[in-house]
């Protein structure tokens, strides 16, 4: 795993991925071995074609304004329907603008002179209602948007209380009663709003300002039953989605692709690069009586969990990810931001156990007191502003200082001033690229999602973590879980893509007469 924007020399899988070759009711992703008879159902047919998906090699397709407006409004509707499905805690929240902006300071000019504008014509003699009776026609407009469609009887009472026409005569008359109107709305929001909306509601009964200010602070609540609403909506959406999600994801995006056809460049461009990352490492094997070795040509399955592997390492900062994880690439790149600092804890403390030894073995309490003040100091290390080698000095002077008061306190000696110094020369110089320690925490990561990525049953899997990564089992096997989680629905959306991308990486070019490639199994 890269420390900050470092990407670590591309590492095999290996043939030690284990084997590609499943009973038809452990299948993954639509693939199906040639020889399965279920292949005209799931994955390649018996022609290597793809049953599901229809991209294919087509002329350049000039879009029209329209087309990219419908492209983009799909994309939207799939990005919003993924992250109702994978992110049970996803929620709309107000629009906070950052303090001091240029948008803030407009948007706050422009309520200003609103208010303003409404108390200066109520204050008139006589008043003037022009601005008020927008205002009162806006609120009626919010009201209605809370009811159901069979909530008739309320939606009379609304319309026939706030009928603009007849407010307008009263307001022609100055018999507008601006403050009982009030009082119905306020009655009105409490019938409608959620339980976490009742103090809001009780504020407002209680209001003794103007009643301009009563009516700004009528708007706020409102602002805020339509985020309750749009959240409430959202939950229900979700529950729809969680039986249908895979399915309208898959459905959506194949009519995205449909209109662009590129849409699956780069996905393509990720595949083959796992793909060829396995066959520069995959060795020739020796056939019988042949002196010559042959290629062995990596399975569906095993390019499919290499692939995701690249996934878990990708480099923002140069590339966009695939088109089929762009849904995810928030998520994924906090998976990446967490699984990057645990690797630096690790490293640190794999360096502080093997330097010291015997004089801090057998102490849990020490070694989680280590590990939370390193976390605390390393927090925000992916920060542009942040300065690892800066923070990694403050570690390493912190956890002399914490090492010498617990060997003291049990009657050892300090530790010398060559032993310190060294700790933190080893310490600092974790950041090198080819640092051992560094190279060993990267590799024992790696081989550990690799085998949680490619187990049928990966649950499992999360619990076997590799000697050298026990300090951080616990953050390891949540980052894991998350990311496991991701994979898996990935797969159940874009598996059948995935399919007719490898089978023509795979098939586009003929082997020599007499050669034919080998699958690895």
């Known amino acids: 795993m890269p420390l900050n924007d470092e990407r670590p020399a591309s590492t095999s899988s290996g043939n030690d991925h284990g084997s ?26 018996s022609d290597g074609s793809c049953k599901h998906c229809t991209p294919s090699p087509s002329p350049v397709k000039i879009l029209t304004m329209d087309e990219v407006v419908e492209s983009a409004k799909e994309l939207s509707n799939l990005c919003l329907a993924h992250e109702l499905i994978v992110n049970p805690s996803f929620h709309v929240e107000p629009n906070r ?43 009626r407009e919010l009201l209605l948007s809370f009811l159901n469609p069979d909530a008739s009887r309320m939606r009379t009472q609304i319309m026939g209380v706030l009928d603009m026409d007849l407010i307008q005569q009263q307001a022609d008359n100055d018999a507008v009663d601006i ?62 989605l969680k039986v249908a999600g895979v399915e309208y994801e898959r459905e959506t995006f194949q009519s995205i692709l449909d209109k662009t056809p590129t849409a699956l460049n780069r ?26 070795g042959q290629k062995v040509v990596p399975g569906p399955f095993q390019i499919l969990d290499a692939a995701f592997l690249i996934i878990l390492r990708w480099d923002y900062a140069k590339a966009p990810p695939p088109e089929t994880w762009m849904t995810d690439e928030v998520c994924l790149q906090e998976i990446q931001r967490q699984l990057q600092q645990c690797q630096v804890v690790n490293g640190v403390l794999l360096i502080v156990h093997n330097t010291i030894g015997g004089p801090i073995q057998g102490l849990p309490s ?59 020369g080893q310490i600092c110089s974790i950041t090198q690229k080819n640092n051992p320690i560094r190279t060993l925490v990267e590799d024992r990561l790696q081989h ?61 070019s003929s082997p020599p007469a007499g050669d034919p490639p080998q699958e690895s199994q």
């Open 179 to 240: 403050q009982g109107l009030a009082a119905y709305i306020i009655t009105t929001m409490e019938k409608m709003c959620a339980p976490i909306r009742e103090e809001e509601i009780k504020k407002l009964r209680e209001n003794t300002d103007n009643i301009v200010t009563l009516y700004r602070e009528i708007f706020r609540v409102l602002d805020l039953m339509t985020l309750d609403m749009v959240n409430h909506e959202n939950r229900r959406l979700a529950e729809y």
């Open 20 to 45: 590609d070759a499943e009973s038809p009711s452990e299948r993954r992703d639509g693939f199906t071995s040639a020889s399965d008879p279920e292949s005209s159902r799931d994955g390649f047919t």
């Open 448 to 508: 550990f999602f690799k085998a949680v990525i490619s187990d049928p049953k990966p649950q499992v899997r999360l619990e076997q973590v590799p000697a050298g990564l026990t300090t951080i089992k616990p953050e390891l096997m949540a980052i894991a879980a998350k990311f496991i989680s991701l994979v898996k629905y990935n797969r159940d959306v874009y598996g059948h893509f995935y399919a007719d991308i490898i089978r023509k990486l795979l098939f586009s």
């Open 97 to 139: 603008l950052p303090p001091n902006s240029i948008w803030k300071v407009v948007r706050d000019i422009a309520h200003k002179a609103f208010w303003d504008k409404l108390e200066s014509e109520l204050n008139d003699d006589p008043p003037e209602y022009r601005q008020a009776i927008r205002l009162l026609e806006e609120i």
């Open 366 to 424: 020490l070694s989680d007191r280590l590990k939370r003040m390193t976390s605390v100091l390393l927090d925000g290390m992916h920060n542009p502003n942040f300065n690892l080698d800066e923070a990694l000095e403050s570690v390493s002077a912190q956890i002399c200082c914490e090492i010498n008061k617990s060997l003291t306190e049990r009657s050892y000696s300090s530790l010398t001033p060559a032993l310190q110094a060294s700790l933190k």
């Open 267 to 292: 996905t393509t461009s990720w595949i083959k690069s796992a793909l060829e990352m396995l066959s520069a490492n995959t060795p020739s094997e020796q056939t019988e009586g042949q002196g010559k």
